[in-house]
């Protein structure tokens, strides 16, 4: 029988720096909760909302996998390895740190705040040279299905890192679904819900709420509600 972890939007830890308002799903940063370090190698899951014209100033990161998910405004990235990019919605941003990397990211934007998730997931091992990667994706192939963002090979879908991890998104109306296999056994799937309601195996998700789960083949999802969103993220559960 599957096992589950139910966490509550308003259970996550809450970071209000004026320019930066975070919500932490795990802990991060000076909200530490001993029950929620990681769910499997999924480290950290940071809901970000950046005011007009700031942003993060170079900082260095090392042997993390990092993905950014535009939800709203225009986000500049600039790193070590000399790009400098500006990421949308719609836009999906990979960064392996490896070796180490210093970066910045700031709003674009001087009229709107920017919201994006930043996503940290353990690699498969350390020491991997850096890299940089970021594409953008048609919405109309996730309209009631399941489009793939993240996998573990440049030769799949979406964009790809050190880890045996694959990320979906899928944008449902109300009563549509699908259905999930886990692509790796051993893994387990934390599902983020980005709008809207969902029902997630037998748990219903409001926005925000996020759902660990782990030691199944395989689950269905169904919207609840019109126009909602829904991020998967399969990690293996030990590595």
């Known amino acids: 029988m599957a096992k589950t972890i139910l966490h509550k939007a308003d259970s996550r830890g809450d970071a209000n720096h004026g320019w930066l308002h975070s919500r932490h799903t795990?802990?991060?940063?000076?909200?530490?909760?001993?029950?929620?370090?990681?769910?499997?190698?999924?480290?950290?899951?940071?809901?970000?909302?950046?005011?007009?014209?700031?942003?993060?100033?170079?900082?260095?990161?090392?042997?993390?996998?990092?993905?950014?998910?535009?939800?709203?405004?225009?986000?500049?990235?600039?790193?070590?390895?000399?790009?400098?990019?500006?990421?949308?919605?719609?836009?999906?941003?990979?960064?392996?740190?490896?070796?180490?990397?210093?970066?910045?990211?700031?709003?674009?934007?001087?009229?709107?705040?920017?919201?994006?998730?930043?996503?940290?997931?353990?690699?498969?091992?350390?020491?991997?040279?850096?890299?940089?990667?970021?594409?953008?994706?048609?919405?109309?192939?996730?309209?009631?299905?399941?489009?793939?963002?993240?996998?573990?090979s440049a030769d799949d879908e979406g964009v790809w890192m050190h880890q045996q991890s694959w990320f979906h998104l899928g944008h449902f109306d109300a009563g549509a679904g699908a259905s999930y296999k886990l692509k790796k056994e051993g893994n387990g799937v934390y599902a983020f819900v980005l709008k809207g309601a969902f029902k997630v195996g037998a748990t219903e998700l409001a926005q925000r709420d996020g759902l660990g789960i782990w030691e199944t083949a395989g689950f269905a999802l169904e919207a609840l509600e019109p126009d909602s969103e829904i991020l998967l993220m399969e990690v293996p559960m030990s590595w």
Request: glycine share 8%; charged share 25%; aromatic share 8%.
């Open 26 to 152: 795990f802990s991060f940063a000076n909200y530490h909760d001993p029950e929620r370090m990681h769910f499997g190698a999924l480290r950290v899951l940071n809901d970000d909302w950046v005011q007009e014209g700031m942003g993060f100033g170079t900082h260095p990161h090392n042997d993390m996998e990092i993905v950014s998910i535009p939800l709203e405004g225009d986000l500049e990235h600039k790193d070590s390895m000399g790009n400098v990019t500006v990421i949308r919605k719609g836009d999906i941003q990979v960064m392996s740190a490896g070796t180490g990397v210093t970066h910045s990211e700031y709003n674009k934007n001087a009229d709107q705040p920017v919201k994006f998730l930043q996503i940290w997931v353990f690699p498969d091992q350390k020491g991997h040279r850096p890299r940089y990667d970021q594409i953008s994706l048609r919405a109309e192939d996730r309209h009631n299905r399941l489009q793939q963002i993240v996998s573990p």
